[in-house]
């Protein structure tokens, strides 16, 4: 049978590592798709450099639309990314009746309903694998793995660049700012880092698994997003000595106890002796619980050439095998059937549950912590833990560092109003969620 036919829009490190490794691999790829696959035409606006890395065995267009246009091409993998041409042209593929692979969470973030819908009523997929935590088959986990668990929570280190500067900030003891530039030199962060490092990147990929794990729409507008900027070297050492780590989580959780859904993204300390806790570096690991399956931990490389490739490439197998079935006998592209998505509401940030951690800079002397625990208790929060620094040498004041059960954020909200108001506390307090995951 002839090999079915791929053109690629954009050839940069994802593009040249699909490529690359869809030549290397042919033959068993072949073998596991039952036909072959290949990237015929190649669109970029850097057509020379386009050229160097296909040779001949592919055409090379400036103009994406040649690709869209051409009757040859079955799957257009898109690989330009952001929000503004990518769309258009995604929209334009699916409209041309081509099925779609991308890495774009951006734009399935924010766009996914319109670009599912218009798929659907075309007939064609749209597969999105590299989009959440490159090579880590966490789509096809969520999709297909667990389709017979209630997933109960999904929770996942799933920005590189972050987890890379928190692994260096809590070896080194150094701030956020220094190892930011650090890792800018050695290429391991953006020039422009803010998607990153403001936690807009995980907050892309935890709505899109939010949607797989609970079968509602793609809503990045609902996601609450803190990133990294503000964390203090001082509360990753304080939180070790309380046997925690912090890490950048992407948190989607259901809450049956009000019909709603948490979607987050924020610093969270982790015990330490979760295998999640340790995954350092520019690694990613995405724990699911399901109420069948238990906890299960997926675990890789989140970026990179090859490893985005091995996710890309795995779409156009299963497009590949599926392309003649009907397309209501396809898997979904939100794992659950597009007319079964439900509206249960993502809760805002006052509703959602999550013990704390606090870190208040405070006079030393008497009767502070108890003016602190008594708006605490007044709150119905309850204490779990209490570490005071002893205060330097004619310094009079010190840090208390105090672990909280599990309370509503509202609550803690208005409690932490109270304990900024004493006199007795001298800095802004330091206020972190903390998850047991377990
Ligand atoms: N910028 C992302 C990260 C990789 O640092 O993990 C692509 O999603």
């Known amino acids: 049978m002839k090999p079915i ?18 030549t290397r691999n042919q033959e068993e790829i072949r073998r596991r798709a039952g036909r072959g696959i290949e990237i015929t035409m190649v669109a970029d606006l850097n057509v020379e450099r386009a050229r160097e890395i296909v040779g001949d065995r592919a055409r090379v267009v400036a103009d994406a639309r040649e690709i869209i246009a051409n009757p040859e091409i079955d799957i257009v993998i898109e690989l330009i990314g952001g929000y503004g041409i990518a769309r258009a042209l995604v929209l334009e593929a699916i409209s041309a009746g081509k099925h779609v692979v991308t890495a774009n969470k951006a734009l399935l973030a924010v766009h996914g309903t319109e670009i599912f819908a218009a798929a659907s009523a075309k007939g064609v997929m749209v597969a999105f694998e590299a989009a959440v935590a490159g090579g880590i088959p966490i789509i096809k986990a969520l999709r297909e793995g667990l ?17 890379f500067i928190l692994s260096e900030m809590r070896d080194k003891g150094l701030d956020f700012d220094v190892v930011l530039k650090e890792a800018q030199r050695l290429g391991y962060a953006e020039a422009d880092p803010t998607f990153d490092i403001e936690g807009v990147d995980a907050a892309h990929k935890a709505t899109l698994m939010s949607a797989l794990a609970f079968g509602i729409p793609v809503q990045f507008d609902k996601a609450h997003v803190e990133g990294i900027t503000k964390l203090a070297a001082a509360d990753i050492r304080y939180a070790e000595q309380l046997g925690y780590r912090i890490k950048l989580l992407g948190i989607a959780k ?10 987050r993204v924020h610093p969270t300390l982790v015990p330490a002796k979760r295998l999640i806790a340790n995954v350092e570096g520019a690694m990613n690991a995405v724990m699911v619980q399901g109420d069948a399956v238990g906890t299960t931990l997926y675990y890789g490389k989140g970026a990179g050439s090859e490893p985005t490739a091995s996710a890309v490439i795995a779409d156009l197998v299963d497009i590949t095998r599926l392309h003649t079935a009907d397309p209501d006998h396809r898997v979904p592209h939100l794992a659950f059937q597009a007319d079964e998505l439900r509206d249960t509401p993502v809760l805002p940030i006052s509703e959602i549950r999550t013990a704390f951690y606090l870190r208040l800079r405070v006079a030393d002397q008497k009767g502070v912590l108890s003016a602190i625990t008594a708006i605490l208790a007044a ?3 309850s204490i779990d833990a209490v570490l005071q620094r002893e205060s330097n040498e004619g310094e009079h004041q010190t840090d208390v560092i105090i672990l909280t059960h599990e309370t509503q954020e509202g609550a803690m909200r208005d409690a932490l109003a109270q304990m900024q108001a004493l006199p007795t506390v001298l800095a802004p307090i330091v206020s972190l969620r903390k998850e047991e995951l377990a």
């Open 5 to 22: 036919q791929v053109g690629l829009l954009g050839i940069g490190t994802v593009g040249s590592g699909t490529f690359n490794v869809l």
């Open 147 to 163: 389709t017979a668990n209630q997933v109960q929570w999904v929770a996942g280190i799933i920005n590189g660049t972050t987890n």
């Open 254 to 263: 259901r809450r049956d106890d009000v019909g709603g859904i948490e979607l």
């Open 379 to 381: 709150s119905d929060i």
